[in-house]
Nanobody
């Protein structure tokens, strides 16, 4: 099982990034996929998630209207489009896949937003 994140980087405030989470080794459609983030000295925070089937989404209030989660089932990939980035969005972003029996995690990708 693998969840491989990509797309992190450094951008100025107001910029955009698109994170990708490529999944393999499990039945993609059976898992809800989402993103957490963790900034230094802060607790881990749920950002957005998309359901296993149907594609319903949920996002934290802090990112609503700025971040959009989507998935491409043919590519077993989930995306997090992040617009209007703020310095407080700076964190390591982790992709996860939550299934009926367990949750898998990616290795994380750093997002840094400068003021």
């Amino acid at each position: 099982v693998q969840l491989v994140e990509s797309g992190g980087g450094s951008v100025p405030a107001g910029g955009s990034l698109r994170l990708s989470c490529a999944a393999s080794g499990f039945t993609f459609d059976d898992y809800a996929i989402g993103w957490f983030r963790q900034a230094p000295g802060k607790e881990r925070e749920g950002v957005s998630c998309i359901s296993s089937r149907g594609g319903s989404t949920n996002s934290a209030e802090s990112v609503k209207g700025r971040f959009t989660i989507s998935k491409d089932t043919a590519k077993n990939t989930v995306y997090l489009q992040m617009n209007s980035l703020k310095p407080e969005d700076t964190a390591v972003y982790y992709c996860y896949a939550r299934g009926p029996l367990r949750t898998y995690w990616g290795q994380g990708t750093q997002v840094t937003v400068s003021s």
